[in-house]
């Protein structure tokens, strides 16, 4: 895939913390539970933590008890990007940023009305800003 933001692995490196780099560019996942914006109930927007993309709103996170953000839809359907993830034995869809190709999470449809999606999403790809 092609996406806007272009960066070599050495600026990737460079630019994110050795956590979100595992996330983001390696898809890892951050221990349930652990992620600072797990608890954030501040009113804002969520934005790529490698790029800066607006992804989601405080207006669609719910307390989905999963142990990971998540959202009932994206702030703006054109910065998410899926496709299928066939890690770990089965088959999942992953979620990343179509800004930059940032492994955020995994998309859900067990989640509550009106979409019944969860976006769960892995706080090291995310950078919040309080409106």
């Known amino acids: 895939m092609t996406y806007k933001v272009q960066k070599t692995d050495a600026e990737w490196r460079q630019e994110l913390t050795p ?15 652990t992620g600072a914006l797990y608890y954030n109930k501040d009113k804002g927007v969520y934005f790529c ?18 142990g990971w953000p998540s959202f009932w839809a994206p702030l703006n359907e054109d910065n998410i990007g899926e496709q ?10 992953e979620v990343h940023c179509a800004n930059c190709g940032a492994h955020l999470g995994h998309l859900f449809d067990d989640g509550p009305q009106p979409t019944g999606l969860r976006y769960c999403i892995n706080s090291a790809s995310l950078s919040f800003e309080k409106s």
């Open 49 to 66: 933590a490698a790029c800066g993309a607006p992804l989601f709103s405080s207006e669609q996170k719910y307390e989905s008890g999963s």
């Open 84 to 93: 299928a993830d066939r890690s770990l034995f089965m088959v999942r869809t």
């Open 19 to 33: 956590e979100q780099y595992h996330i983001m560019r390696e898809k890892g996942t951050e221990r349930a539970f």
